[in-house]
């Protein structure tokens, strides 16, 4: 019963806790939806494979989003003609190097504030070379799904108020943050040019400001309900797991310089818990698990999760995914070891 | 009536809206018992009930909205739905969460989940290890956790040896204490109740601890002393006096 007790309040401090959080992310990511229009961001991007992954890299300061809003964007930027190495580097780095989910992590690990600008340079520093790598490919449509590379190159002349004006559902379908439909089905953009124009262009930009605000709040109702229930799921996890399971285990496993990392990065893959409020959950982990088993899950659970792999299919091949999810977890492994082994 | 029309996706609506509403009410009737603080460090509480206003807000606009919709003819706004869950099934969680949060008090960390946990008078490895402690010249208003922040500093329980102490925790009947001894403890809190650690030292009592029951708070006013009880040499309070206090309203140290 006491036990239960722990668990319901763990469970509820977590929530209280990240709810703030989640709800400026929500409300960010809304706002920048409905208001800024990436197109005049791609044209100022520099030619060099390097300085595009650094610039797309560093773009999550003007998108905050976290990683289920971001692949939506990434997708836009690619179909507008961004570089590979752009919007993949935005694509791993968006949901960390970002205001607010410095802020959370700073709040929740003020004590070990290493602990803050190591998860930001980190996730920097993977998602620079993995876009590096990435940019090596001359051509990356034989790694996107057929419908996004079709898209990348024709379409680009058409105006977004062509595909507004016949048919608002779609318009709608398109905005949102989120493209899949039934479970595993991502919905189909292979229609041809009309759809592939509502891929190219961010459609709520043309909208009167009241509609915009109306579609705003019901965006974040949208996002709220979606990411509620995903962080409700998680930190359910988070608080069984942290009663449940006997001290001497945790400690065994959360104490090593190798199985705590894999531990964590296993957890973050399979909680899939937002960026914007991750830092909670590894908080609850703060004391018996290594400092860079805890980086080890900030950097890589937003790069890549159980849940954001549907997403991303939107956009890529699995091949490509697969590729991604292997880079970007080799590199936090190894950075992470290096933590453990030589600053804490 | 046209298929958008349908009462399910017009029940999808209402359930967002009770959704948002319950989560907003909720967090603010934390704050409004009180009963946050056994859940959130006191320095960002202003964030839950910051989150629990515009909760209310956003609801309350979007129940005018659903209102109108329910009552008028007109279509209703297409309804998205993510990959992760099936329609309504976000929505209806965080309800069902809410509601459940409605009815159900958070209690502070007792002697239970100390004993999970390991109370300790040392700060280990992966502990948060804060980079200040405050040094009192009058050692009786040093905080317990002061006490073993101190202790973490210089750890030779000789150097406090005959120094005056008054602390204040709950108590705890460790197993490995002989009958006239217990646990002091308090929780530190960094940030929310999820990284919250016991701390804790042995007080000698004058007669067996049965007389005070695990999970009471207690002043205790008394000498500090170095023993070797439960097979470690370390510093121990001889108390003087006993004082039941009731739990705190902030029952965590930070």
Redesign the interface.
């Given at each position: 019963m006491?036990?239960w007790?722990?668990v319901?309040?763990?469970f509820?401090?977590?929530?209280?806790?990240a709810?703030?959080?989640l709800?400026l992310g929500v409300l960010f990511s809304s706002v920048l939806l409905m208001f800024v229009d990436e197109r005049r961001l791609i044209a100022a991007v520099p030619k060099n494979a390097l300085l595009a992954a650094l610039l797309g890299s560093s773009i999550g300061f003007l998108f905050p989003v976290c990683e289920?809003g971001n692949v939506p964007v990434a997708r836009r930027l690619l179909v507008q003609g961004a570089p590979p190495a752009m919007a993949i580097g935005y694509l791993l780095a968006a949901p960390t190097v970002n205001p607010i989910v410095f802020w959370a992590t700073w709040?929740?690990?003020?004590?070990?504030p290493e602990l803050v600008f190591l998860r930001v340079g980190f996730s920097l520093l993977i998602a620079v070379i993995v876009a590096c790598v990435f940019s090596t490919q001359a051509d990356l449509r034989p790694l996107l799904q057929p419908a996004v590379a079709r898209a990348m190159p024709a379409t680009r002349v058409q105006k977004p108020t062509q595909s507004r004006a016949d048919n608002p559902?779609a318009d709608?379908?398109q905005s949102?943050?989120?493209l899949?439909?039934?479970?595993?089905a991502p919905l189909r953009l292979d229609g041809g040019g009309m759809q592939a124009a509502v891929l190219v262009s961010n459609p709520m930009l043309a909208k009167p400001l009241p509609e915009k605000l109306r579609l705003m709040?019901?965006n974040?109702?949208?996002e709220?309900?979606?990411l509620?229930?995903?962080l409700?799921?998680g930190a359910a996890i988070?608080?069984v797991l942290?009663?449940a399971i006997p001290?001497e285990a945790v400690l065994s496993l959360?104490?090593g310089q190798i199985t705590s990392i894999l531990a964590m990065m296993v957890l973050a893959w399979v909680v899939s818990i937002c960026s914007t409020v991750d830092a909670?959950f590894a908080?609850?982990f703060?004391?018996?698990?290594?400092?860079g088993s805890l980086l080890a899950f900030l950097v890589f659970g937003p790069m890549i999760d159980l849940?954001n792999i549907?997403?991303l299919l939107s956009v890529f091949k699995g091949r490509a995914i697969a590729y991604i999810f292997i880079l970007a977890a080799q590199l936090t492994f190894v950075l992470t070891l290096l933590v453990n082994l030589y600053v804490s | 009536m046209p298929s958008p029309r349908s009462t399910s996706a017009l029940r999808l609506l209402w359930l967002?809206?009770l959704?948002?509403l319950a989560?907003g009410f909720l967090?603010l009737r934390?704050w409004l018992t009180g009963r946050?603080n056994?859940?959130?460090h006191p320095d960002?509480v202003w964030?839950?009930i910051?989150?629990g206003i515009?909760?209310v807000g956003?609801g309350g606009?979007?129940l005018m909205d659903v209102m109108q919709l329910t009552r008028s003819r007109r279509p209703l706004?297409?309804v998205?739905?993510?990959?992760?869950?099936?329609p309504g099934?976000?929505?209806a969680?965080?309800l069902a969460?809410a509601i459940f949060?409605l009815q159900?008090t958070?209690?502070?960390?007792?002697s239970?989940?100390a004993l999970?946990?390991?109370v300790t008078d040392t700060l280990?490895?992966?502990?948060?290890?804060?980079?200040s402690f405050r040094a009192n010249v009058r050692t009786e208003d040093k905080s317990l956790v002061d006490w073993v922040r101190t202790l973490n500093v210089y750890p030779e329980p000789d150097a406090y040896t005959g120094q005056s102490a008054k602390i204040e925790g709950f108590a705890i009947h460790t197993a490995n204490l002989p009958d006239n001894y217990l646990t002091l403890a308090r929780f530190v809190i960094?940030?929310?109740?999820?990284?919250t650690?016991p701390v804790g030292l042995p007080i000698k009592l004058a007669t067996s601890r049965t007389a005070y029951p695990q999970d009471q708070w207690f002043r205790v006013e008394g000498t500090m002393i170095t023993e070797t009880v439960g097979g470690m040499r370390q510093l121990v309070v001889q108390s003087k006096s006993l004082t039941k206090i009731s739990e705190p309203k902030n029952p965590y140290d930070s």
């Open positions: 006491v036990q007790n722990s319901l309040t763990l509820f401090s977590l929530m209280v806790e709810m703030p959080f709800l289920c709040i929740a690990f003020r004590d070990q559902g709608l379908l949102g943050t989120f899949l439909g039934k479970a595993g709040l019901d974040m109702m949208q709220l309900r979606e509620g229930g995903i409700i799921l988070a608080s942290q009663v001290r959360g104490q909670f908080l609850s703060a004391s018996t698990f290594t400092s849940k549907a997403l | 967002d809206v959704a948002i989560w967090l934390f946050i056994v859940l959130l960002y964030l839950a910051a989150a515009a909760l956003l606009v979007k706004p297409q998205l739905h993510i990959n992760f869950f099936p099934w976000g929505s969680l965080m969460v949060g159900f958070p209690r502070a960390f007792a239970q989940v999970d946990r390991g280990t490895m992966t502990r948060s290890q804060p980079q960094t940030c929310c109740a999820a990284d650690y």
